[in-house]
């Protein structure tokens, strides 16, 4: 899948989300990492992020909804009943990062 230009909603700001929202931002997409709570991270982290081109959407999650984003990816911990997998699985483009 070609990745350049496309919006991807990553679930899970822990280690495994962190990861691939950098891998995907080097492969040209536009990038939003979620997470329903405010992970404790220190401000420097987050603004390390942000300079790296990653939209942060914490403490709530973004509606998902057909054009919104074009690929969601789950980290694994989050549990596939949360409202943007659900909402994805709806429109079927799921992608379980496993």
Do not use: H, W
Request: charged share 25%; proline share 6%; no cysteine.
């Amino acid at each position: 899948m070609e990745l350049k230009d496309k919006k991807v909603l990553v679930v899970g700001a822990g280690k495994s989300g962190l990861a691939v929202s950098r891998f995907l931002v080097k492969k040209g997409a536009v990038v939003v990492l979620t997470d329903a709570n405010n992970p404790a991270y220190l401000e420097d982290k987050l603004a390390e992020l942000v300079t790296e081109g990653i939209e942060l959407s914490f403490g709530r999650y973004p509606e998902v909804k057909q054009g919104s984003f074009d690929l969601v990816v789950m980290s694994p911990g989050v549990p596939l009943n949360v409202e943007p997998a659900r909402s994805a699985m709806k429109m079927a483009y799921l992608s379980p990062e496993s």
